[in-house]
């Protein structure tokens, strides 16, 4: 197990330009998770994966962002056209579903995003 | 919507004191589940403790316990016996049974100090 791994860790870019970050979650977990942390703030969600298929998107993920998760394997998250106000950290988190018992999300160690 | 409020931004104590944290939700949901999280200073989060609302028993496991008091939609994290390396972001979060995302506070800095 080694945990949920995330590329880059930090990213500089210009207004304007493209960035995508990419997630490799705990192997076997089928779940995959894409959040926002602004600084001093909470974690906000933005999607989720079940294998291949995007099940859920939050209204944050406004038509600059999209997602991926090609062969339920990794996944990327890619930002068009980045405005200053993308600046955040991304996290991305797996689990796998363990019947009826709520199972933990796995957290990476983030992607710190800042836009100039 | 869900809403968590964790209404402590910021808490110091001393090594081997004990602390708690707040944390108060809103739902009206009846099934659904509470964690809290651990943030340390650039690290990842990691789970600490969590708490399905079905269960009137609070969770517990080893220095960390919760008070959940589901009437009052409050879950209060206890850390007894602090240590230098509890120093950390703490997020209050909640997951409605069913839904997949999770609703986080706003955290709360705990600084243990020697």
């Known amino acids: 197990d080694t945990g949920v791994s995330q590329d880059p860790r930090h990213k500089i870019t210009k207004r304007g330009q493209n960035v995508t970050f990419r997630c490799d979650p705990i192997?076997?977990?089928?779940?995959l998770y894409w959040y926002r942390q602004t600084l001093g703030q909470g974690p906000e969600f933005l999607t989720y994966?079940?294998?291949?298929?995007?099940?859920?998107k939050s209204r944050l993920l406004s038509d600059r962002f999209s997602a991926e998760r090609p062969k339920g394997s990794f996944s990327t998250l890619e930002i068009q056209r980045t405005e200053q106000g993308d600046s955040a950290m991304y996290l991305c988190?797996?689990?796998?579903?363990?019947?009826?018992?709520?199972?933990?999300?796995?957290f990476g160690p983030g992607t710190r995003l800042l836009v100039l | 919507a869900q809403t968590v409020t964790q209404s402590q931004p910021e808490m110091s104590v001393q090594e081997a004191e004990t602390v708690t944290l707040s944390c108060t939700y809103d739902?009206?949901?009846?099934?659904?589940?509470l964690f809290w999280y651990k943030q340390p200073p650039s690290r990842q989060m990691i789970l600490v403790i969590r708490?399905?609302?079905?269960?009137?028993q609070n969770a517990t496991e080893n220095r960390f316990s919760v008070n959940f008091q589901k009437a009052a939609k409050s879950f209060s994290l206890k850390i007894s016996d602090s240590q230098l390396g509890d120093t950390a972001m703490y997020f209050c979060?909640?997951?409605?049974?069913?839904?997949?995302?999770?609703?986080f506070g706003q955290g709360t800095r705990l600084t243990i100090n020697p």
């Open positions: 988190a797996s689990s796998y579903p363990s019947g009826r018992v709520r199972e933990t999300q796995y």
């Open positions: 192997s076997e977990h089928n779940r």
């Open positions: 994966f079940q294998n291949e298929a995007q099940l859920e």
């Open positions: 739902t009206s949901e009846s099934n659904y589940y």
């Open positions: 708490q399905e609302a079905y269960k009137q």
């Open positions: 979060a909640f997951n409605e049974q069913g839904a997949q995302k999770l609703v």
